[in-house]
Structures are given as structure tokens and as C-alpha cells.
């Protein structure tokens, strides 16, 4: 079946410690994307990927990083600059700009 | 500064009722209106409309846009209790692939 995978469902980060977030899709996207939804906010973007090899800070990006080595995988870092990281982050990618985006299951992030 | 707003922020309702939710968006060489449905998990994609005036419909849901007014609406007949959900309205300039959600409006379809 052809969709986004995020994964962990669920990630515990304690004090000074990265983590990563795994996204990967087998739409044949081009555009991918990384949200933060927290309660009452709606969904605010973190960094977007047009293409390969590229990415654009989005709205919030302080405090994460991103890479885009291949056209399927977007992994998000939310590093220990992150003083608030406790959110739902979602992925989700697009044929090109036009399109509509698609999301996928999320990951709840929660601090120890 | 891109501005999305939706209301009402939560709705409860009875099964049967008909509902209208409400977008009004500010934002730079708008493109595109788009409406998500999120129960747990991920948000799935309703509608995008990007014509004034063009009622889009899906069942029992429809929506359309005013680009006069910067402004869409939402509306689902014949609620059911499936359609609990929080609606998510997202507004899209010309930035490529940029979205500005609103905070999202929190349906309760009591049977």
C-alpha cells in the first residue's frame, strides 16, 4: 500500500539529548513536509524539502534539523535547543506544489 | 504575516443535525483553500478549492470558496457520529508548498 510511515508512534526524550524522527514515504513524492501540532494551535511547519538534496526552514525551526539524502526519507532531529519539544509532529508530502498534502500517523514526543 | 482562523473552535451536535463550519483566511498571493478531517491520527484530505464560487462535494460534505470575502465554509448534512472529528482549514500563497493552518474547529456528533 502506498503511504507515509512515521515512526516511532511514541518518543521519550530526556534533558540534552537529540532524538530523531523517522518519515518515510512510497508515494513518489517530490515535496515533503514537518509539522508541530500542539493543543489549541492547529499545525505549524518546521521545514519543508521541494526537492533532493534541499529544505527550507519553515514558520519554527529553531531548535530542529533536517536532511533530504534520498527522495523517500525526511528524517526530522529535534535537538536539546529545543526547550519546549512536547507535541504530535507530523509528515506529509506532495506530487509538487499544486498538489494536495498527505500525512501520515504522527509521533508523539514527550519529555522524561 | 499568513492568517488563518477558523469557527466555531468546538460544536456539538446531535445526529441528523446539519452543520456549517467557517475559514476566513489573510494570506500573501493566496492560492489555495484546502479542508482536513483529523479524528486520532493523521489528518485525511477533504477538499481543495481554489475557484471562487465552485461548490466542491464529497457525499454528504461540501464546501466552497469566496474569494471576496477570504473565506470558505464547510458543510456536512446528515451528521453522524463518524463525523466527530477536529476540521482543519489551511490556506496556501504562492510559496511553494506552504500551508497556514487555523487552529482547527472540534465536532461532537452525539447519537
Known amino acids: 500500500d502506498g503511504g507515509i510511515t512515521q515512526s516511532p508512534k511514541y518518543l521519550f526524550r530526556k534533558e540534552g539529548q537529540n532524538v530523531t524522527l523517522s518519515c518515510e514515504q512510497n508515494?513518489?513524492?517530490?515535496?515533503m513536509y514537518w509539522y508541530r501540532q500542539d493543543p489549541g494551535q492547529g499545525l505549524r511547519l518546521i521545514y519543508y524539502?521541494?526537492?533532493?538534496?534541499?529544505?527550507q526552514k519553515g514558520d519554527i525551526a529553531e531548535g530542529y534539523s533536517v536532511s533530504r539524502e534520498k527522495k523517500e526519507s525526511f528524517p526530522l532531529t529535534v535537538t536539546s535547543a529545543q526547550k519546549n519539544p512536547t507535541a504530535f509532529y507530523l509528515c506529509?508530502?506532495?506530487?509538487?506544489?499544486?498538489?494536495?498534502?498527505?500525512f501520515g500517523d504522527g509521533t508523539r514526543l514527550s519529555i522524561l | 504575516e499568513d492568517k488563518v482562523v477558523q469557527s466555531p473552535l468546538s460544536l456539538v451536535v446531535h445526529e441528523g443535525d446539519t452543520v456549517t463550519l467557517n475559514c476566513s483566511y489573510e494570506?500573501?498571493?493566496?492560492?489555495?483553500l484546502l479542508w482536513y478531517k483529523q479524528e486520532k491520527k493523521a489528518p485525511t484530505f477533504l477538499f481543495m478549492l481554489?475557484?471562487?464560487?465552485i461548490e466542491k462535494k464529497s457525499g454528504r460534505l461540501s464546501s466552497i470558496l469566496d474569494k471576496k470575502e477570504l473565506s470558505s465554509i464547510l458543510n456536512i448534512t446528515a451528521t453522524q457520529t463518524g463525523d466527530s472529528a477536529i476540521y482543519l482549514c489551511?490556506?496556501?500563497?504562492?510559496?511553494?508548498?506552504?500551508?497556514?493552518f487555523g487552529q482547527g474547529t472540534i465536532l461532537t456528533v452525539h447519537p
Open positions: 481554489t475557484s471562487s464560487g
Open positions: 524539502s521541494q526537492i533532493v538534496n534541499d529544505f
Open positions: 494570506v500573501t498571493n493566496f492560492r489555495s
Open positions: 508515494l513518489n513524492h517530490d515535496a
Open positions: 489551511a490556506a496556501g500563497g504562492t510559496s511553494y508548498g506552504k500551508l497556514t
Open positions: 506529509a508530502s506532495s506530487e509538487g506544489e499544486k498538489q494536495p498534502q498527505h
